[in-house]
C-alpha cells in the first residue's frame, strides 16, 4: 500500500485533484454554483502545466456534455462535471452518451432544480437522470469523492460496462466543506486507471464507423436490451473493481454500506452526505441500548437490489428518507427500496420520509425522531412524510 | 495543380468518396451533392475526413441502422450540437497526438454539416461558441432554407413569402414575415474565422473556398446553397440550374469574408431579376397569387439590390484591412 498523504480539501478541490491525477485526455465544462470550483482547479491545473489535459471552456453544458461525447467518440479519455441546472440542460446529450456506451466520468455536485431558483443541495437532480443509463455513486464525505472518482474511471471503461459514471457530491455540504482526505500518490493513481484503450475511436480512420445511427423499430429496441444488459454487468464488475482499488487505498467500497447493522431491527436508508449525521444518531441511539442501524447507498443505478433485500429482510422497521421528491408519485429511492422489499420473505414496515429539500438541513433530531416513529412501529407504507419541514 | 472538377472526377473513379450511393435522400436534392463536393475536396488534398452530422434530412437518410452511407468516420450527436460535438473531437485530436498516442503524419479534416433549422436557430449556440473558442474545423451549411426532416417548417433562414407548414400563407397572414437571417455576417462577426457561401451550382468557386477553409488556421464556416426539390417544388433535375439563377438574381451573392476582409468571388456581368428566382418554385405560388405581389417582388428586388451594394462597400472597405 502506498505511503500516506493528507489534504485538507473541500469536495470539489478533492474532484478536480483526482481529476489533476487521473489527467484525462480532454475535459470541457460549464461553471454552475456549487459546481464551479471544480472547473476553476481544473482550469488552473492545466493554466499552470500540472496536466497535459486539453480543456474545453465551453459556451453552455449542453455544449459540455456534447463535446465530451465527440472527445470519447474520437477515442480520449473525457470527463466532465456540472450541477442541477446544468445538469438538466445537458439531459438530452446524458442519454445520448450512454446510450452509445461512452465511458465518460461526471461529477455532480448536487443541487435544487429550479423554480423557484435555490444553489442549495438536494437530490432532484441527479434524480431527474436516474434512467439516463448512467452509473449513478453518491458520496457520504469528501474522501469518497476522491475516491469514487477515481474508481468510477476504472469501472466506465471496463470492456463489459462502457458506460459513463455520474459521481454524486452533496451541493455546498461537500463540495464546500474543507476535510481531510487521505489521497494517493500520483503514479499510484495513474496505474490504476491505467491509459485508456478505446474501441470504435473515431480517429482511427482506416476502420470507420458510424456513431449516432438513426435507429428504427427494427433494431431500437435490441440496442436498448444490450445496454440493459451492460448495466446488469456492473454488478459482476464493480466487486472487481472496488476490490483492486482496496488493494492500492485500503477503502473498502461496495454498493451500499451497512452500518451496525448486526441485530438492528430499526433501519434507516439514505443517499449522500446525510449518511455521517445518521451514523452519528445510531451510536447515540445504540448507546441507549437501542437496535438501531442504517444502510448507506453508494451505488444508486444500478440498483443494489440483492444487497438491500439481503440487509432488509425480516427487519421490524424500515425508513427511507429522500433528498429528491417525485411529484405524483413515491420519493425516488423509497420508491426503489420498497419495490424490492416486495419480494423478501419478511417484509419489514416501511415508512417514507423527504427532507432536505433545497439545501434545507437534516438535523440530529430529526434522525431520531425518524427512527422513534420507527421503534414504535408507527409507520404507513403509504404516506409520504417530511422532515424539518413548517406545516 | 489546382484541383478542376475534371481532375475530382479523375481522382474518384476508382477511389471513395467518403460517402456512398444508397443514401436515401430524394432524387435531386443538392444536399449529397454538397457533402459529396466537401468530401472530395478534403480527400483529394490529402485530409482524412471526419464527420460531424446535426440530425436533419441528410443525416437520417444517410444512417439508417444496420445501413451506413459512410465510408468515412461519422458521427451523429444530436440536433443543435454538431459544433460542439466536433469541437470535441478535434479537441481529442490535439489531446491524443500531444500524448503520442495518434500518428503525427495523419492530415484530419474536421467536418461539421448542418442544415439552416440545425445553423441558424437551435444549433446557433454551439456554432458560436464553437468559432470563439478557434477549434480548427470546417462547418458546411446546407442550406434549403426549411425544417426538411420534419416536413418544411419555417427556418431563421426561409425567405418572406415561402409557404411553410409553421408559416403558412393564410387568408389574413401571407405567410412567413421576417427576412432571411444573414448568417454569413453572424459567423463573420466572430472575426478570426473564414466564412463564405457556395452552391453546387459554381462548382470552381465551390472547390476553391473548401480548399481555402480547409487550409484556414482556425474554424472556418461555408453556408452552401442546398435546393429541397420538395420544399422548394421544381424538378428533380433543377437544384444546380437554380442555384445558378440565385446568384445571377443576387439572391445568394457568392463571397467570402477571411478574417474580416470580404472578397466577392462571382460578380455577374449582367443580373436577373430576383423574380425570376421566385417564379419558377411552387413555394411561392400563394405569395405570387396576392394581388400586391407585384409590390411585394419589387420590394425583394430593392432588397436584394441594397445587400449587394452593401456588399460591394464592404469589400472595398475592407480590402488589406485583416482584423487579425
Ligand atoms: C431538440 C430537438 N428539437 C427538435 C427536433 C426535431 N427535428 C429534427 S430535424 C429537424 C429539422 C431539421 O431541419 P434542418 O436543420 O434545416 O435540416 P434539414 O432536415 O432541412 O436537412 C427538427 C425540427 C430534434 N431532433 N431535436
Ligand atoms: S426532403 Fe428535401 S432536403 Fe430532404 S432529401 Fe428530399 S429534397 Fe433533400
Avoid at chain 1, 445510531?282 to 444487497?307: C, N, T, Y
Avoid at chain 2, 460517402?19 to 480527400?43: D, E, F, N, S, Y
Wanted: net charge neutral.
Amino acid at each position: 500500500m502506498a505511503s500516506k498523504k493528507v489534504l485538507a480539501i473541500t469536495g470539489a478541490e478533492a474532484a478536480a485533484y483526482a481529476m489533476k491525477q487521473i489527467e484525462p485526455d480532454v475535459v470541457a465544462a460549464y461553471p454552475i454554483t456549487p459546481q464551479t470550483p471544480i472547473v476553476e482547479y481544473f482550469a488552473k491545473y492545466v493554466a499552470d502545466g500540472e496536466v497535459r489535459t486539453e480543456m474545453i471552456p465551453v459556451e453552455s453544458e449542453h455544449s459540455a456534455m456534447s463535446a465530451v461525447v465527440g472527445a470519447a467518440a474520437a477515442g480520449a479519455r473525457a470527463m466532465t462535471a456540472t450541477s442541477a441546472q446544468g445538469l438538466a440542460l445537458m439531459h438530452e446529450i446524458v442519454y445520448i452518451a450512454a446510450s452509445m456506451r461512452l465511458p465518460i466520468v461526471m461529477g455532480v455536485v448536487n443541487r435544487a432544480l429550479s423554480a423557484p431558483i435555490n444553489i442549495h443541495c438536494d437530490h432532484s437532480d441527479a434524480m431527474s437522470e436516474r434512467d439516463s443509463g448512467w452509473i449513478q455513486l453518491f458520496c457520504e464525505d469528501v474522501q469518497e469523492v476522491y475516491d469514487l472518482t477515481i474508481l468510477a474511471v476504472k469501472l466506465a471503461e471496463h470492456e463489459d460496462v462502457r458506460l459513463p459514471v455520474m459521481v454524486n457530491q452533496d451541493g455546498f455540504i461537500l463540495s464546500h466543506g474543507v476535510e481531510p482526505v487521505e489521497v494517493l500518490p500520483d503514479e499510484v493513481v495513474k496505474k490504476f486507471v491505467g491509459s485508456y484503450k478505446p474501441i470504435y475511436p473515431l480517429l482511427d480512420t482506416d476502420h470507420p464507423v458510424t456513431y449516432g445511427a438513426l435507429d428504427l423499430y427494427d433494431y431500437y429496441f435490441e440496442h436498448k436490451r444490450q445496454q440493459i444488459e451492460a448495466m446488469k454487468n456492473v454488478y459482476r464488475i464493480f466487486p472487481l473493481v472496488a476490490e483492486e482499488f482496496y488493494k492500492i487505498s485500503g477503502r473498502r467500497y461496495n454498493y451500499v454500506e451497512p452500518y451496525k447493522m448486526e441485530n438492528a431491527e430499526f433501519v434507516i436508508v439514505a443517499l449522500g452526505s446525510s449518511n455521517g449525521t445518521i451514523k452519528d444518531v445510531v451510536d447515540e441511539l445504540r448507546s441507549e441500548g437501542k437496535k438501531v442501524g442504517l444502510l448507506k447507498i453508494w451505488m444508486f443505478r444500478p440498483f443494489p437490489k440483492a444487497e438491500i433485500q439481503r440487509y432488509l429482510t425480516a427487519r421490524k422497521a424500515v425508513v427511507v428518507l429522500d433528498r429528491a421528491a417525485s411529484f405524483g408519485a413515491e420519493a425516488p429511492l423509497y420508491e426503489a427500496v420498497k419495490s424490492a422489499l416486495y419480494e423478501v420473505a419478511v417484509r419489514p414496515l416501511m415508512g417514507s420520509f423527504v427532507y432536505g429539500l433545497g439545501g434545507r438541513d437534516l438535523k440530529p433530531e430529526h434522525v431520531r425522531y425518524a427512527f422513534e416513529r420507527a421503534m414504535a412501529l408507527d409507520l404507513v407504507a403509504d404516506r409520504e412524510e417530511y422532515l424539518g419541514l413548517r406545516e | 495543380m489546382p484541383l478542376t472538377m475534371k481532375k475530382l472526377a479523375e481522382i474518384f473513379t476508382n477511389r471513395e468518396i467518403g460517402i456512398t450511393q444508397g443514401h436515401r435522400m430524394c432524387p435531386g436534392c443538392a444536399a449529397p451533392m454538397t457533402v459529396k463536393m466537401v468530401l472530395m475536396t478534403a480527400k483529394a488534398l490529402g485530409y482524412e475526413p471526419i464527420i460531424g452530422f446535426a440530425t436533419g434530412c441528410m443525416e437520417v437518410s444517410s444512417t439508417i441502422f444496420p445501413y451506413t452511407s459512410w465510408s468515412v468516420p461519422y458521427i451523429h450527436n444530436a440536433f443543435e450540437n454538431v459544433a460542439a460535438t466536433i469541437s470535441g473531437v478535434e479537441t481529442a485530436y490535439r489531446a491524443l497526438k500531444k500524448a503520442g498516442k495518434i500518428p503525427p503524419d495523419k492530415k484530419y479534416a474536421f467536418i461539421a454539416f448542418g442544415g439552416d433549422g440545425g445553423t441558424y436557430d437551435i444549433g446557433l449556440q454551439a456554432l458560436s461558441g464553437a468559432i470563439e473558442r478557434g477549434h480548427k474545423m470546417l462547418y458546411v451549411l446546407y442550406d434549403n432554407e426549411g425544417y426538411m426532416n420534419t416536413g418544411n417548417q419555417r427556418s431563421g433562414s426561409t425567405p418572406p413569402g415561402a409557404d411553410t407548414t409553421t408559416a403558412p400563407v393564410g387568408k389574413v397572414v401571407p405567410g412567413k414575415l421576417q427576412l432571411k437571417k444573414n448568417i454569413v455576417e453572424i459567423v463573420a462577426g466572430h472575426e478570426y474565422v473564414y466564412a463564405a457561401t457556395v452552391t453546387p451550382g459554381e462548382p470552381m468557386d465551390f472547390i476553391n473556398k473548401i480548399e481555402k477553409a480547409l487550409q484556414f488556421d482556425g474554424p472556418a464556416f461555408i453556408a452552401s446553397l442546398s435546393p429541397c426539390v420538395r420544399y422548394w417544388r421544381v424538378d428533380d433535375d433543377k437544384a444546380v440550374d437554380i442555384t445558378k439563377l440565385a446568384v445571377q438574381t443576387k439572391y445568394w451573392p457568392l463571397y467570402e469574408v477571411d478574417r474580416g476582409v470580404y472578397r466577392v468571388t462571382r460578380k455577374p456581368a449582367s443580373f436577373k431579376p430576383v423574380a425570376d428566382f421566385i417564379k419558377i418554385q411552387g413555394r411561392f405560388r400563394l405569395l405570387l397569387q396576392r394581388s400586391d405581389a407585384e409590390q411585394i417582388l419589387n420590394e425583394l428586388q430593392q432588397y436584394v439590390d441594397r445587400r449587394w451594394e452593401r456588399l460591394l462597400a464592404f469589400e472595398e472597405a475592407t480590402k488589406d484591412k485583416p482584423i487579425r
